[in-house]
């Protein structure tokens, strides 16, 4: 053993021994819990926990909707060749039919209008340089405004 390795231990044992003198025999050591799980009071930590159990109840909503979407659409499945023909045609004109409404709200030749499909209206209004859409149903009205580019 090298004499600095034995200096070292010596004055490490004699720190500790006077260490242990400072420390009054009869002192009780208590502890209060922090942190909830364990019955403590901190509401810090209770935040986190609380925003954490929101994190895992908004991704588990977002799964249950997906799974539920998922479902909705393997029920929906076209079976027959007439179906999947009626559907392609229904899908096709639904695109053209918004891609013309589409056309004559943009291109500017009618300051305002309204189209009705079905239960649904659709009003525009062109005004200072902004577009408004007004989409209305059954369940309310939602209001889009955009700027009009020349």
């Known amino acids: 053993m090298t004499?600095?390795?034995?200096?070292?231990l010596i004055l490490s044992t004699s720190l500790l021994s006077g260490a242990g003198a400072l420390v009054p025999?009869?002192?009780?050591?208590?502890?209060?819990?922090?942190?909830?799980?364990?019955?403590?009071?901190?509401?810090?930590?209770?935040?986190?926990?609380?925003?954490?159990?929101?994190?895992?109840?908004?991704?588990?909503?977002?799964?249950?909707?997906?799974?539920?979407?998922?479902?909705r659409a393997a029920n929906a499945t076209v079976t027959t060749n007439a179906d999947r023909l009626v559907a392609a045609i229904s899908n096709y004109l639904n695109v053209e039919i918004a891609r013309r409404f589409?056309?004559?709200?943009?291109?500017?030749?009618e300051p305002s209008g309204n189209f009705k499909v079905?239960?649904?209206?659709?009003?525009?209004?062109?005004?200072?340089?902004?577009?408004?859409?007004?989409?209305?149903?059954?369940?309310?009205?939602?209001t889009i405004e955009l700027p009009v580019v020349n």
């Open 3 to 8: 004499t600095a390795w034995r200096s070292f």
């Open 25 to 71: 025999a009869n002192a009780e050591m208590t502890y209060t819990p922090m942190l909830p799980q364990f019955g403590g009071t901190n509401s810090q930590a209770l935040d986190i926990l609380k925003f954490e159990k929101a994190g895992h109840d908004a991704e588990k909503a977002k799964i249950a909707a997906a799974l539920a979407a998922a479902e």
């Open 118 to 142: 079905g239960d649904v209206t659709i009003g525009y209004t062109r005004s200072d340089g902004i577009l408004s859409l007004v989409i209305s149903d059954v369940n309310g009205s939602t």
């Open 102 to 109: 589409s056309m004559e709200i943009l291109d500017g030749t």
